[in-house]
Structures are given as C-alpha cells and as structure tokens.
C-alpha cells in the first residue's frame, strides 16, 4: 500500500480455539497491522488530527480482539477489521494474527492468518442479500411495523427498510447492531431502529417484546423455544411470524449447528404457531443465498388470528 501507516507486534490476550478447552483460557495472540487513512495530509502537514493515532488503533485491537470468544482465528481476523473500519477513517487494513503459543505438539513456530479489506469491501458485505424465503413471502408481509429478532448485522431489516417497512432490530451483539446503524445512516436515515437485548438470560421469563405491537416478526436462523409465546404476544391481530431455522437433520448430516438443541425436530414449528392460521409450511433442504449455500431448514409464514 502506498503512504501507510505500519503497527506490528500488538499482544493481546484471547480466547480462540475450535475446542471449548482451548477457549476456556486466554491465550497470547500478536497482531501486525498495514493501515492506510481516507486523509494523506498527515505526510505534509504534520499534524496528528490528519493521521490516526496509533495508540488508540492498539487499543481498539485489544478491546475487540478480547471483549468475546472466538472458535477460528478467521473469524477474529475478519472481527478486528470490521472495528477497525468502524472506528477509525480508514480506507485499507492488512492484518496477520496469529497463535504464538498454538497447542500443538511438537511445534515452536506460530500459527495465523492474513488478511487484506479495504472499505470498500466491508460496505459491500454488509448488504448480505436477503433470505429467498423472505423474497418469496415479501408480496404477503402486511405494511407496519417489523421486528427482527436476532438480527445480526441486519441483512434481512436494511431489505425490509428499503422495501418501506419500519424496522426494530434486537441482538444481543452491540458491534453488529452499531454496523447495523451505520448502513441505515449511510442509506439516508432508513426507518431502522435497534436495541441491544440479550433474550435467553431467563427460560421461565424471558424478555416482553410488547403486546400487539408488531405488523410482521421475522426470525432467521434462530432458536430459543421458551421465547415463542412472547412472538406472539407482540404480534398484533391479523400480523404474521416469518420463521426458518435448522431442523435436526442438518445437524445429523452437517454437524451444524454444532448443538442438536438449537434445531427442530419434524412439524415442531408447526406445534410452537399452534393457534395461528399456517399461510406457508414446508420443510427440507432449502438453499441460501447462493446456489451452493444449503441446508435443511424448516420454514413458515403464520398469521395471528
């Protein structure tokens, strides 16, 4: 890269590894980094307010590398440039992480990965295509009020808000519900709202979401069962519930997820909306956004009587 800015050797203490041993224990990771900045003036002028300070870099490095757990050091790489990019004005980010203490036996040298993400990159990732289901179903959502539950990075909320819906997003994820802000804002201000909830701290009380509150509630890839009667108890009278998540024979099969309990067993969807009116049902292997991307899912669109 030309006129960029180099940290190298940021130690932080991480938790990262496919085993859950591994990630009980922090562990030493080193990450070297290869910034470049929107603004170039600092090689002329001077002055630090026209460059990024390289404490705080490290800092945020630290902060994002060891505020969660990570199961492959891919997904902690792609973590800490999705921060970066986040807070500081930059326009390319080459990142090396690596393991200097992996657990492997008879082996001294280090593990890692290298990536290399300009802006540019992130914007486009973060407009994730919708849902074919929810393509499909779009025609049958009523006009209102949406919400999202486990919304992520909000693939499915910024789709809906550009189609003139009114969306609340809630996840548990404060970084992805910030990312999330920023596309709505970098959209013109889409009618997109978040809230940072955590939902599974209580199986005999989980959270209210409000009653008859919502035109639509989508739920994707998410499974939490004592939640279902608080779906619909937001739901507003004559308001549908779109939902599709792993059945169990996608864990069978793919070892994903990697817990049989955050799957459905056969017609079990059918059994959580019993009372509603079924619009659409079908099980089986579904494909994703891409043509490659598939799995075996369970999917419904129900209305609340």
Request: aromatic letters at 8%; hydrophobic letters at 35%.
């Amino acid at each position: 890269m030309a006129s960029s800015i180099s940290i190298t050797g940021i130690q932080l203490q991480a938790r990262c590894g496919v085993t859950e041993t591994e990630r009980d224990q922090p562990q030493p990771i080193v990450v070297d980094l290869t910034v470049r900045c929107r603004n170039e003036r600092s090689f002329q002028s001077d002055q630090l307010t026209d460059t990024v300070d390289y404490a705080a870099i490290t800092q945020c490095v630290r902060d994002a590398g060891e505020s969660q757990s990570f199961a492959l050091l891919e997904t902690l790489a792609e973590h800490l440039c999705q921060r970066l990019f986040q807070v500081f004005p930059l326009t390319h980010v080459k990142i090396w992480v690596r393991k200097i203490q992996p657990p492997m036996k008879d082996f001294t040298g280090s593990v890692g990965i290298q990536l290399i993400r300009s802006r540019q990159d992130i914007i486009q990732s973060r407009h994730s295509p919708p849902s074919p289901f929810l393509v499909t179903q779009l025609t049958r959502l009523p006009r209102g009020k949406v919400l999202d539950v486990a919304t992520g990075r909000g693939r499915h909320a910024y789709f809906l808000a550009t189609q003139g819906y009114t969306v609340h997003g809630i996840d548990r994820n404060r970084e992805a519900l910030d990312c999330l802000e920023a596309q709505a804002k970098e959209a013109g201000q889409l009618p997109i709202t978040t809230e940072c909830l955590d939902l599974e701290t209580d199986d005999l009380h989980p959270p209210h979401l409000g009653k008859e509150t919502y035109d639509v509630i989508l739920v994707f890839f998410y499974l939490y069962r004592p939640l279902f009667p608080q779906l619909l108890n937001a739901l507003k009278p004559g308001g549908v519930i779109l939902y599709e998540t792993f059945l169990l024979e996608n864990h069978l099969r793919r070892q994903h997820p990697r817990r049989k309990e955050f799957c459905l067993e056969t017609n079990e969807l059918l059994t959580r909306l019993q009372g509603c009116h079924i619009l659409h049902y079908d099980e089986g292997e579904h494909r994703g956004i891409s043509q490659t991307d598939r799995a075996f899912t369970a999917r419904a669109l129900a209305r609340k009587p």
